[in-house]
């Protein structure tokens, strides 16, 4: 076991006899640490795709927070009124008429 392992460290199974069936093993083995690599840049790629994504939302959530308070104060009554004067638009002292149609 100790023997084989040396010539693993030692790269001596590459020049031996017989080495082709060993050759067609270490391009196995490259073939798939390039595998590994892509699948590792493809993944670390996503990641950095999801938290930008994750950022994005985040800010547009405060966005949509922040428009929505600006909409609540302009629907306001006391708003409305203040807009009316501005204009010289006077609000109705009479309510309004239901017109029924058969």
């Given at each position: 076991?100790?023997?084989?392992?040396?010539?693993?460290?030692?790269?001596?199974?590459?020049?031996?006899?017989?080495?082709?069936?060993?050759?067609?093993?270490?391009?196995?083995?490259?073939?798939?640490?390039?595998?590994?690599?892509?699948?590792?840049?493809?993944?670390?790629?996503?990641?950095?795709?999801?938290?930008?994504?994750?950022?994005?939302?985040?800010?547009?959530?405060?966005?949509?927070i922040?428009n929505?308070?600006?909409?609540?104060?302009?629907?306001?009554?006391?708003?409305?009124?203040?807009?009316?004067?501005?204009?010289?638009?006077?609000?109705?002292?009479?309510?309004?008429?239901?017109?029924?149609i058969?």
């Amino acid at each position: 076991m100790s023997n084989n392992l040396k010539k693993i460290l030692l790269g001596t199974f590459l020049v031996e006899e017989g080495s082709k069936k060993n050759l067609r093993f270490v391009i196995f083995l490259f073939l798939l640490c390039i595998v590994m690599i892509y699948s590792s840049h493809s993944i670390d790629k996503k990641i950095i795709l999801i938290s930008d994504v994750k950022n994005e939302v985040s800010v547009l959530q405060s966005e949509f927070i922040d428009n929505r308070k600006k909409v609540m104060k302009l629907k306001m009554e006391s708003n409305v009124a203040s807009v009316m004067i501005d204009k010289k638009i006077k609000s109705s002292t009479s309510p309004p008429k239901i017109i029924i149609i058969n």
